[in-house]
């Protein structure tokens, strides 16, 4: 169900928050418009408006309430202009932005998924080209580097909120009780596995994208291979993908993880896996939990092996900010992207809810004024040490059909419902279809 709520109506600022605190946000696709205007009395008066803006986005009830919050500041700053707001959870926003996309009636300004660039906008014409609004927008706060990820055919389509990959977070007070050091290598994985086994304590743990990642990082370092080409093509040979299964059994048959399919991050949560492997992102969510249980919370280093050609690890924009190119409001909604990009009370409202902020005043605004854990402080640092070995994320990487055909395939072989080379021919046959 799609909520619209048309405006030049009188509603009270109290009703939204106790709309949000009753759990309005959990509906997936709710569809809202927000005014400001607040007045002494605390009301939100709807008035006219010289121009309206669609803002799109997905996420979490924590996401939705600084968002509606910070829109509504924003409104009240630039009374000139209407901000319309929609969003929902990942699973709905996505299918939502496809028909949007394919219709044309996407949002003026769109939080979205870095895949999202090469999928609609390969030659670069699928989205504005920020570029053109650089004197709105204050790209000086971001690197060339941080730019490119954004960059098709030489026009700026999208810009990194906040930067993503794969983390080790461990449960300090399980490795201190079994006086092991926090892994850095493979080995201290199977090693760690070997002591802490015989009471059906696993040394490491992951969800499927996170498993999917960590077979391609252990392959690339030990082959020296690509698993994707540059242009992210598929790379990886049968041979390689029966190496990569190997790999995995010897994980399962070791105890050094569950099979992918037993895995949930409860495990992680209870203390039966002693580690998870994770988006950066997710390092708060995960990390609260052991904490408000009394358990102490490590970031560990990127797993690895001696002399490597690659690191196997790799990074990507957690999410971006894109202007539709049919936006009738193109200033009004460069307006509205820098806000949500620098401005500094935005920035404290969302914290590091998506990571550390690639813009360089909100990233010293939270760094700050933000309370961050510290555990959440040396997966930071830990990503920008390694910042040089962790190359950019092809998006094939991320393909659902790719990770779920790998992951069927690998659970088939390790519960021996199929050989080794069947497994792997599968596998291969599949991710080349996709």
Known sequence: ?????????????????VAISAGFLTACSVRS???DD??????????????????????????????????????KLNPDIRVETSYGVWDGYERRNRIAMASKTEADVMLINYSWLDEFSGDGDGYYDLNSLSDIIDLSQFSESDLSYGTRNGKLNAIPLAYNTTIFLYNSDIYKKYGLDIPKTWD?????AQVM??????????????????????????????VFSTGGRLN?????????????????????????GQFDTNSFLSGESAGIACWINDAVKY????????QSVKCGEFITMDGVNYSGWYKKPATMYAMSKRTKYPKEAARLMEYLLNDEDFAK??????????????????KKYVNIPDFALEANDIVNNESYNLEIMPSEMENVDVINAFREGADKYVYGDGSLDECAFEIIKAMRKT
């Open 1 to 17: 169900m799609i909520i619209r709520k048309k405006s030049k109506l009188k509603i009270t600022l109290s009703l939204l928050i």
């Open 33 to 35: 418009e927000n005014d």
């Open 38 to 75: 607040l007045t002494e009395a605390g009301e939100v008066l709807y008035e006219d408006k010289t121009s309206q803006v669609e803002f799109s986005w997905w996420g979490t009830d924590e996401r939705h309430k600084y968002y509606i919050e910070g829109i509504s500041k924003f409104m």
């Open 188 to 192: 201290d994985l199977f090693y760690a």
């Open 197 to 226: 086994g015989k009471d059906g304590v696993y040394p490491i743990g992951m969800v499927k994208k996170q498993f999917f990642l960590t077979m391609v990082a252990h392959y690339e370092q030990s082959s020296g291979k690509k």
């Open 236 to 260: 990886i040979t049968v041979d390689g993908v029966r190496e990569m299964l190997e790999f995995y059994k010897s994980l399962v048959d070791n105890k050094v993880m569950k099979p992918i």
């Open 287 to 294: 990390g609260k939990s052991l904490d408000n249980n009394l």
């Open 349 to 366: 409202e969302q914290g590091i809810e998506k990571g550390f902020p690639v813009s360089r005043k909100a990233n010293d605004t939270v």
